[in-house]
């Protein structure tokens, strides 16, 4: 099994659900560039719970999807 190329990235979630990072910023009441960071950045994504909640019902993903897309 070729296990991480085939794992979603946060991005692949994102555009999988058919949103904009502005979509997603807008939902979480965060800005745009803080999504483009989690996206992009080496580090993974510092969020709060609530966010997380969010998140998981924006893009229609489970926790574990979340998850492996987050780990960096």
């Known amino acids: 099994m070729s ?3 085939q794992q979603a990235t946060l991005m692949d979630l994102r555009t ?3 949103l904009t ?3 997603v910023a ?3 009441g965060i800005t745009e560039k ?3 960071v989690w996206e992009t ?3 993974p994504p510092k969020m709060t719970v609530s966010q997380v909640q969010k998140l998981l019902e ?3 993903c489970t926790l574990d999807e979340l998850a492996i897309a987050t780990r960096k």
């Open 26 to 28: 807008n939902a979480l």
């Open 58 to 60: 924006i893009l229609g």
């Open 41 to 43: 950045s080496d580090n």
């Open 34 to 36: 803080t999504i483009y």
């Open 3 to 5: 296990g991480q190329s």
């Open 21 to 23: 990072r502005r979509e």
């Open 16 to 18: 999988r659900a058919g």
